[in-house]
């Protein structure tokens, strides 16, 4: 022990046991905590890479939620109100179209037999319009508005042609018509290959149509030569 002025000091003795800090250089310290931390007993519970995606998804999508809240007049409420009613417009709209179309509507041709005539075409119009069946009154009406004008060489029987095409043709020759025309021809391809449902309305407005252009004179510079009024 050493001694100072006749006085013994006792230096206290620091045992492996003892509760004491040692000191470890900074960079062998880290890298013996990563060593530690490394061992997979720390990381048994951890979350997997879907989930840690999912937290951090729904983490972002709290945070926009808050700042729209903040921005919104009435806060949270007002932001709900903003969604409903865009929800209502979307399905107000999905209404009013229809399903989406798969596929152009003027790809397949308007007539499948071609031996029927427009007495033909209206008689199963009719048949169909009495039994509610609105779809199928709706394409007969409107193949016997184009066989009518076939008939009356308004138009030229042609193979193939599309209810968009014969609309098209035959407003030139009756352009007091065109209009209707061409909303029969769409209101054919909505049942025929868009998914919408007829009514009696539709069907009410294709017969009055069909009438009209039976007794419509054409213009005798847009007719077909030799069509008959």
Excluded: C
Aim: proline residues 7%.
């Amino acid at each position: 022990m050493p001694a100072t002025g006749g006085v013994t000091t006792a230096w206290p003795t620091v045992h492996a046991g003892d509760d004491v800090p040692l000191d470890i250089p900074r960079v062998p310290a880290r890298e013996a905590a990563e060593r530690e931390l490394s061992d997979p007993r720390y990381h048994e519970n951890d979350p997997n890479l879907l989930q840690r995606a999912l937290d951090g998804f729904w983490d972002w999508l709290g945070r926009l939620f808050d700042s729209a809240s903040g921005a919104t007049p009435g806060g949270p409420l007002g932001l709900v109100a903003i969604a409903v009613i865009v929800l209502a417009l979307l399905g107000a709209l999905w209404w009013r179209l229809g399903t989406p179309r798969r596929e152009p509507v003027t790809t397949d041709p308007l007539f499948d037999d071609r031996t029927r005539g427009a007495a033909d075409y209206r008689a199963a119009a009719e048949e169909h319009a009495a039994a509610g069946r609105w779809n199928q009154a709706v394409q007969e009406r409107m193949r016997a508005v184009v066989r009518s004008l076939e008939e009356r060489t308004l138009l030229d029987p042609r193979p193939g042609r599309t209810a968009d095409e014969a609309a098209a043709e035959a407003g030139r020759s009756l352009p007091a018509h065109a209009d209707g025309l061409h909303a029969a021809a769409r209101a054919f391809d909505d049942v025929t290959y868009g998914g919408r449902t007829a009514d009696r309305s539709a069907y009410q407005r294709l017969k009055h149509l069909d009438t009209a252009v039976e007794r419509a004179k054409p213009e005798s510079s847009t007719a077909p030569r030799g069509a008959a009024g």
